[in-house]
Structure formats: structure tokens, C-alpha cells
């Protein structure tokens, strides 16, 4: 078993739908939660980062941690085209720990 | 240009050659990494450098080699390319300390294909 799951898609959904992406993990040690956002032929780009449990909103964009189901989903709101890339899930327990990625997930957004 | 730079940007080789990826960052980031991404296995560590001179093996090492003689350059050479190593590897880098010491900047990729 992976250490950090994520559905690997593709997840397609009309413009304006509210988007739910998850992760699961099995280290109970993690603490700092990340998601990167990865466009076609691009690196990775961080969009999202939380410590600890909780949500962070930024924008469209909101951060979703739940330690004691070891679960962690990015929802956005009124998805729009430009939002269609794959988006990677990454955590550590420490911010010195190297950071163990997700699969990652592909995300449509059509018109 | 500020940032992270990788080159070449697309490379084909043959099995049995030697390829040399080039990363550069203008930060002076202390910590350097070099990831390959293949699907369904996301993003593998290869090697990463906590400063010049320092460098450790991440998950997937074997049949990579990498030095950093300065901080601002992290080469990954790849002594006798195998099909295998067809990927497309990106460069990272972050700050040694700070409450953003885990953050990674990513380079652009370098997409290789060995025949």
C-alpha cells in the first residue's frame, strides 16, 4: 500500500461545477499538507499549503485536512477551463522531511 | 531569468548512452532535487543535495548519477541509458530552513526517450 493515494481520474466536470479533490495517507506523522497544480508539458506549482488539520481558503480554492481520518480534499468553486490540469496532493511530517507525493489527478473542466 | 532552468527541454537518446540533465536555479536555494514523473507512479525521488558537495539517494537511484560542485547547479547524468529511464524528469529546489523549507519550486521538465 502507497504511503498517499489519490484517484488518478480524469475527473471531468462542466465550467462553474464545484470540483472535490481528495488524498488519503497511512502516516499519522504528517503534519504539512500541500497541493500542486500541474499543468500539460509545465512543472509542478504550489496552490495550496496548510499545517496541522483545518481548512485555508484562498480565492476559488479551499484546503481541507482531517488528521483523524487521514484525509485531505481541495474543493474548487466555479471551476473554470483554465483550471483543466492535474493536481498533485504532497505531504511530510516534518518541514525538513522530504515530501511524499500522491499520483495526482487530472481534472477537465469543459466549457 | 530568475527561477529554475532545465535543459535540455527534450532529449532522445539510445540505450547504452550517457545523457547529462542540466538544472540551474538564481534563488541559492540550499536544497536541490531531481524527481522523475512516469504515469500511475506520480513523482519519484531520484537524488536530492543539501548543499555543494552534499548529495544522498532518494527512492529510485539506481543507473543515476549527480554531483553539485556549485549551489546553483545539480546535473543528472545518466551513465548508460536503459529503456527503462524513458521519463520525464523534473528539477526542484527549496530553502534549507523557515516555515517554507518543505515547499519545492519546480523546473519545466526534461522530457527523454530512450530508443
Known amino acids: 500500500q502507497k504511503e498517499v493515494e489519490q484517484d488518478p481520474g480524469p475527473l471531468s466536470v462542466p465550467e462553474g461545477a464545484i470540483v472535490s479533490l481528495n488524498c488519503t495517507y497511512s502516516n499519522s506523522a504528517f503534519q504539512y499538507f500541500m497541493w500542486y497544480r500541474q499543468y500539460s508539458r509545465k512543472g509542478p506549482e504550489l496552490l495550496m499549503y496548510t499545517y496541522s488539520s483545518g481548512n485555508k481558503e484562498d480565492g476559488r480554492f479551499t484546503a481541507q485536512v482531517d488528521k483523524s481520518s487521514k484525509y485531505i480534499s481541495l474543493f474548487i468553486r466555479d471551476s473554470q477551463p483554465s483550471d483543466s490540469a492535474t493536481y498533485l496532493c504532497?505531504?511530510?511530517?516534518?518541514?525538513?522531511?522530504?515530501?511524499?507525493f500522491g499520483t495526482g489527478t487530472r481534472l477537465q473542466v469543459f466549457p | 531569468d530568475a527561477g529554475i532552468t532545465q535543459s535540455p527541454r527534450y532529449k532522445i537518446t539510445e540505450t547504452g548512452r550517457q545523457v547529462t540533465l542540466m538544472c540551474h536555479q538564481t534563488w541559492s536555494h540550499s536544497y536541490m532535487f531531481w524527481y522523475r514523473q512516469d504515469l500511475g507512479h506520480g513523482l519519484r525521488l531520484i537524488y536530492y543535495s543539501a548543499a555543494a558537495d552534499i548529495t544522498d539517494k532518494g527512492e529510485v537511484p539506481d543507473g543515476y548519477v549527480v554531483s553539485r560542485s556549485k549551489t546553483e547547479n545539480f546535473p543528472l547524468t545518466l551513465e548508460s541509458a536503459t529503456r527503462s529511464q524513458t521519463s520525464v524528469y523534473f528539477c526542484a529546489s527549496s530553502e534549507s530552513t523557515g516555515p517554507g523549507a518543505n515547499v519545492l519550486t519546480f523546473g519545466a521538465g526534461s522530457r527523454l526517450t530512450v530508443l
Open positions: 504532497a505531504m511530510s511530517a516534518t518541514n525538513t522531511d522530504k515530501l511524499i
